[in-house]
């Protein structure tokens, strides 16, 4: 699609953080965005929402739980009421959470695959099949992180969903890729993300080991969902980058 035509983006777990930041890029490139978050989050997905009306984009909120199917479907089909055809959806919802694999309940790590993974199976579904009936293809953008290619310890949960998003974005990537559909996601290192405010010590000791020496920002994830939903990135699918200040390289 011409980066001159109209173009939407929906964005999940767009309320906060790296969704925000996110949501935000893609309105200054020049999308108006489908905000999607949960419903006790509804306040701050509006928030968001009127700073990208303030950009001059259009925004609609369209609250559900990616876990469940035919809420997120239905976010979807919201989404297009509202702003048009999809042009990008980015599956960008996700919970962390440090614990010792001795210690982690089945219960936490139930959940950890319920958001992470589930999630964004059902977000890369929907977006497919909305891409499909407008016959039009579209670039799908999952939450992957640097876990997804070096494990880390404490993080036993998160990074094994985290490779299975890898996984799932690969496999995507080749079933797709005959409707035009390009699938790719982002694989951030240490965001300064109120997802670590549990964990803030771990969070100040893993700034020695990034060579770029600062903590991510939120912003700089958005500048690289920014170019995974470019035309830049016609020619890029199955692929997970890594924008981390240099703590991994593959």
Do not use: C
């Not at 929402?49 to 976010?75: N, P």
Request: charged share 15%; hydrophobic share 45%; proline share 2%.
């Amino acid at each position: 699609m011409s980066e001159t035509q109209n173009r939407v983006a929906l964005v999940t777990g767009a309320g906060q953080g790296i969704g925000r930041a996110i949501a935000l890029q893609l309105a200054a490139d020049g999308f108006d965005i489908a905000i999607n978050d949960i419903s006790k989050s509804g306040e701050k997905a509006e928030a968001v929402a009127s700073e990208i009306r303030a950009l001059g984009r259009k925004s609609a909120v369209v609250l559900a739980d990616v876990t469940q199917a035919s809420q997120i479907a239905k976010a979807f089909q919201d989404a297009v009421d509202h702003l048009g055809n999809l042009s990008v959806a980015v599956a960008n919802a996700g919970i962390a959470r440090v614990e010792s694999l001795l210690d982690l309940s089945p219960e936490a790590w139930d959940r950890m695959f319920e958001i992470n993974v589930r999630g964004v199976f059902l977000t890369y579904q929907a977006a497919a099949r909305q891409f499909i009936k407008q016959g039009t293809g579209g670039k799908i953008i999952g939450a992957a992180s640097q876990v997804a290619h070096r494990a880390a310890g404490g993080f036993a949960a998160y990074s094994s969903s985290k490779f299975a998003v890898r996984g799932l974005t690969q496999a995507a990537a080749q079933e797709w890729a005959a409707h035009g559909i390009t699938v790719n996601s982002y694989a951030p290192g240490v965001v300064d993300t109120a997802l670590w405010d549990t964990a803030k010590e771990i969070q100040t000791s893993l700034v020695a080991s990034i060579p770029l020496g600062r903590l991510q920002s939120p912003q700089d994830v958005g500048n690289t969902v920014s170019f995974l939903a470019s035309s830049k990135s016609d020619y890029m699918t199955g692929q997970t980058k890594i924008p981390d200040g240099g703590m991994v390289f593959a």
